[in-house]
């Protein structure tokens, strides 16, 4: 089966723009969270969306928003961009929501900003 | 909040040699335990998990045990190829939380012929 697809693959865009990120998780599951993943950072949480509402939320400023459609397909905006916005976006479905559940990763979307 | 602390890269082997990346977290909670592995260009791919104390999780060779004492999580292999080049990342689920996984900074290996 599929497995979860990003798009753009990659983004360039200017200081002070926006940008918006897709993600379109396996077929059948209705969770999907996004991370951030810089060389300074490493791997961190923004979001998760579970059947349309968001579940958790990490520490990132009300810039970066996210939402998911019905058909459970998701995307993330990150408004008035900045230079340290520029990062590996990556998006993990998951079947259900739950203790040891697994996520299933995208293959990113790499925004730089400039 | 939960934190997972990894050993840091990167980590040169040769061919056959023995693997072990150090793993230890916090949890306020009773956490499930990942390794994650991201090859060059690519996303992360599950290699093993465990859910409950004393769990071992294995996958292609690779193995961790899921030590509740200890807070750790070490993943292990007896005999590295090339193809095990790559970025290893620690993580961790907690039950309230969801799917969110905190991971460790990741660890990168390298293994020569």
């Known amino acids: 089966k599929a497995g979860v697809t990003q798009t753009p693959r990659y983004l360039i865009k200017t200081r002070g723009q926006q940008v918006t990120l897709s993600c379109s998780p396996i077929?059948?599951?209705?969770?999907v969270s996004w991370y951030q993943q810089t060389p300074g950072q490493g791997l961190q949480f923004l979001f998760e969306?579970?059947?349309?509402?968001?579940?958790n939320k990490g520490n990132f400023p009300g810039r970066f928003s996210g939402r998911q459609f019905s058909n459970s397909r998701s995307e993330m905006n990150v408004s008035t961009l900045e230079l340290g916005d520029s990062a590996l976006y990556l998006c993990?479905?998951?079947?259900?929501?739950?203790?040891?559940?697994?996520?299933?990763f995208g293959q990113g979307t790499r925004l730089t900003v400039v | 909040g939960d934190s997972v602390t990894q050993m840091e890269g990167p980590v040169t082997l040769s061919e056959e040699a023995f693997l072990t990346i150090n793993c230890t977290y916090t949890?306020?909670?009773?956490?499930?335990l990942f390794w994650y592995v991201q090859y060059p260009g690519e996303g992360l791919q599950l290699l093993l998990k465990a859910t409950k104390a004393d769990d071992k999780g294995s996958n292609k060779g690779f193995e961790a045990t899921y030590r509740k004492e200890t807070t750790s999580f070490h993943l292990e292999k007896g005999s590295v190829q090339v193809s095990d080049s790559a970025v290893y990342f620690c993580?961790?689920?907690?039950?309230?939380?969801?799917?969110?996984?905190?991971f460790g900074g990741g660890t990168r290996v390298l293994v020569k012929p």
């Open positions: 077929s059948g599951h209705r969770s």
């Open positions: 993990a479905s998951s079947l259900e929501q739950g203790q040891g559940t697994e996520a299933f």
């Open positions: 969306y579970f059947s349309e509402t968001q579940r």
């Open positions: 993580a961790l689920s907690d039950r309230a939380a969801g799917n969110k996984l905190t």
């Open positions: 949890a306020t909670g009773y956490p499930s």
